[in-house]
T-cell receptor
Framework: SQKIEQNSEALNIQEGKTATLTCNYT??????LQWYRQDPGRGPVFLLL?????KEKRKERLKVTFDTTLKQSLFHITASQPADSATYLC????????????FGTGTKLQVIP | ETGVTQTPRHLVMGMTNKKSLKCEQH?????MYWYKQSAKKPLELMFV???????ENNSVPSRFSPECPNSSHLFLHLHTLQPEDSALYLC?????????????FGPGTRLTVL
């Protein structure tokens, strides 16, 4: 069955360092992958989208990679700040339609001042 | 704000009550979704509406009944719920099924079933 795995353990890093979050998927061939941020008690907010033919995508301090061979996406936040503390969700997608397995469980990031 | 609103933000109900959750999007989107988010579990897709037509029911118990009167509004009618139905219920919208674009989520309704 389709599965999306993110680090279930919280990730604690020091302010100013680079945070790296992992998303692995199995039995799945997404055409693109999205990353969302979710704060406690709020809905997810879209951050970045990367297509299967793109190796890397950047937006300000954010960088996403997509390796369709490894079936993995990495999400990096450089020069992390306490305001980056949140849960980050990955969402692999097919190009059309929708899937029952839509989001990973998320990784909680805590940036320590 | 994302352009998707949900009411109420918090709801406490007994197992015999009937209540409704409301979602409204001001983005001109054509697809709307209901998700359930329980602690330590991923977002669970419940229902999908595309151009007001229900196109997905992810094996959701009949005690949850969705309604989509137009592309801007989505309701989730609740009756005879169980305590395990307590969760954050999230509504989302998207331009259309098949487009490569993101979903816009509302703030959610925190539901507690006693």
């Amino acid at each position: 069955s389709q599965k999306i795995e993110q680090n279930s353990e919280a990730l604690n890093i020091q302010e100013g360092k680079t945070a790296t979050l992992t998303c692995n998927y199995t039995n799945y061939s997404p055409a693109y992958l999205q990353w969302y941020r979710q704060d406690p008690g709020r809905g997810p907010v879209f951050l970045l989208l990367i297509r299967e033919n793109e190796k890397e995508k950047r937006k300000e301090r954010l960088k996403v990679t997509f390796d369709t061979t490894l079936k993995q996406s990495l999400f990096h936040i450089t020069a992390s700040q306490p305001a980056d503390s949140a849960t980050y969700l990955c969402a692999p997608r097919h190009s059309g339609g929708y899937q029952k397995v839509t989001f990973g469980t998320g990784t909680k990031l805590q940036v320590i001042p | 704000e994302t352009g998707v609103t949900q009411t109420p933000r918090h709801l406490v109900m007994g197992m015999t009550n009937k209540k409704s959750l409301k979602c409204e999007q001001h983005l001109g989107h054509n697809a709307m979704y209901w998700y359930k988010q329980s602690a330590k579990k991923p977002l669970e897709l419940m229902f999908v509406y595309n151009f007001k037509e229900q196109t997905e029911n992810n094996s959701v118990p009949s005690r949850f009944s969705p309604e989509c009167p137009n592309s801007s509004h989505l309701f989730l009618h609740l009756h005879t719920l169980q305590p395990e139905d307590s969760a954050l219920y999230l509504c989302a919208s998207r331009q259309a099924i098949g487009a490569i674009d993101e979903q816009f989520f509302g703030p959610g309704t925190r539901l507690t079933v006693l």
